[in-house]
């Protein structure tokens, strides 16, 4: 695979590593029991929030996604951007470090995003219910969040082996 190909992929793996870490912290993933509800239900219940901050807490979720689709479609565009640069005729590596560094800081705003979040949601929660919050969030994510991670690059990795380059231009 060539240079700018791999900065892609790169890149890339990068953002969807970004939307999945943010997914994770806000919502958990994937069934701990069979037919016990999801993990994000189970946390809920575990809260037992009150009307009002059930309320609360689905206008932030609610907000967060819009951030977080927003965000994302920064990126995919800033990454086409890069690819276009990459493809130029005559690359400017300038223009190409430039591009990088502004897919950087929109990764990381992403990921401030889910920051945010978490913190906007403990607000609201009363002291029993933040330690309640703190302790469901910390080991079980660590172990999806690695394994998620592992499967993507797999899933990736094999992607990139079964696409086909695309013919260079005859021009």
Known sequence: MNRGGTMKSIS????????LFVFAIAFGQGKE??????????????????ESQKKDVAKLNAE?????VEQQAKIKVAAIDLHSLLK??????????KKINEISDLQSQNRMLAVD????INKLLNPDQQKIWKSVLD?????????????????????????PM??????
């Open 12 to 19: 890339l793996y990068k953002a969807v590593l970004c939307s």
């Open 33 to 50: 029991r069979p037919n016990a509800g999801s993990p994000r239900e189970r946390l809920m219940e575990k809260l037992n929030l009150s």
């Open 64 to 68: 967060f996604a819009k951030q977080r």
């Open 88 to 97: 130029a005729d005559a690359p400017e590596r300038s223009a190409i470090e």
């Open 117 to 120: 979040h978490w913190f906007s």
């Open 139 to 163: 080991r079980p994510l660590r172990a999806r969040f690695a394994a998620a991670m592992g499967h993507l690059r797999n899933r990736m990795m094999n992607r990139s082996r079964q696409r």
């Open 166 to 171: 695309p013919p260079e231009s005859q021009e």
